[in-house]
């Protein structure tokens, strides 16, 4: 244990004075440990993960909704049939940050195939404090983020969250899900055809074999 302790001082203590352009001291540190919160949640993923077992539809069209991306124009979801579409909150002063970096290699990897949706949030211990332009600019440097990033809203349950968090998250609308975001980097699937089919927490990482599986299924 005091090894440990010893060789996480040292990787803190060099993060700091090797502080990334662009990142806060506080983005920095955690870039740079991100791999070991992964690695220590990994186990607790799978066992938060939810499968839309039944093929339950949904009650509301997930293609009525649209709202507006990072820059102020409107997004419609309508424009993404026959897409599947991954739906995640972010922040970019998380431990989970560092899954910017995983969701640009699986929108590459997938191409046409698969749309990563970003929605920033500051929902969770205000871990997304700076504003639309402030997000976007941050997203593009130091992760090179090409996928579509709404306005900052709400996405836990409340009377301000938006639309399509409402519509993931209630099961009298899409048909099987009542689970809000546990916390930032929550991802949901949505299939061809507009249906529901997971959740992933955020302690799943974009890359894992069962998000891949997802994504890949017919």
């Given at each position: 244990?005091?090894?440990?302790?010893?060789?996480?001082?040292?990787?803190?203590?060099?993060?700091?004075?090797?502080?990334?352009?662009?990142?806060?001291?506080?983005?920095?540190?955690?870039?740079?440990?991100?791999?070991?919160?992964?690695?220590?949640?990994?186990?607790?993923?799978?066992?938060?993960?939810?499968?839309?077992?039944?093929?339950?539809?949904?009650?509301?069209?997930?293609?009525?909704?649209?709202?507006?991306?990072?820059?102020?124009?409107?997004?419609?979801?309508?424009?993404?049939?026959?897409?599947?579409?991954?739906?995640?909150?972010?922040?970019?002063?998380?431990?989970?940050?560092?899954?910017?970096?995983?969701?640009?290699?699986?929108?590459?990897?997938?191409?046409?195939?698969?749309?990563?949706?970003?929605?920033?949030?500051?929902?969770?211990?205000?871990?997304?404090?700076?504003?639309?332009?402030?997000?976007?600019?941050?997203?593009?440097?130091?992760?090179?983020?090409?996928?579509?990033?709404?306005?900052?809203?709400?996405?836990?349950?409340?009377?301000?969250?938006?639309?399509v968090h409402k519509w993931l998250s209630d099961i009298s609308?899409?048909?099987?899900?009542?689970?809000?975001?546990a916390w930032n980097f929550c991802k949901y699937l949505v299939?061809?055809?507009?249906?529901?089919?997971?959740?992933?927490?955020?302690?799943?990482?974009?890359?894992?074999?069962?998000?891949?599986?997802?994504i890949e299924a017919k």
């Amino acid at each position: 244990m005091i090894k440990i302790a010893i060789a996480f001082g040292v990787l803190v203590t060099a993060t700091l004075i090797m502080k990334k352009p662009g990142m806060s001291y506080r983005q920095s540190v955690l870039k740079t440990i991100y791999p070991a919160i992964m690695w220590s949640s990994k186990a607790a993923g799978k066992k938060q993960t939810l499968t839309n077992t039944k093929n339950a539809a949904s009650t509301v069209s997930f293609y009525t909704l649209s709202v507006k991306d990072i820059n102020g124009n409107e997004f419609k979801f309508s424009d993404l049939k026959g897409k599947k579409i991954l739906i995640v909150n972010t922040a970019s002063n998380c431990g989970f940050t560092g899954q910017y970096e995983a969701l640009e290699k699986l929108a590459q990897q997938f191409g046409n195939k698969l749309v990563v949706v970003g929605f920033p949030s500051n929902d969770f211990k205000e871990q997304e404090a700076g504003a639309n332009t402030d997000i976007a600019s941050f997203c593009k440097k130091n992760y090179g983020v090409t996928f579509p990033l709404m306005e900052k809203s709400m996405v836990i349950k409340g009377q301000a969250q938006n639309e399509v968090h409402k519509w993931l998250s209630d099961i009298s609308i899409n048909g099987w899900c009542n689970q809000e975001p546990a916390w930032n980097f929550c991802k949901y699937l949505v299939n061809e055809q507009g249906v529901l089919t997971h959740y992933f927490p955020m302690t799943v990482d974009p890359m894992a074999p069962e998000v891949i599986c997802a994504i890949e299924a017919k």
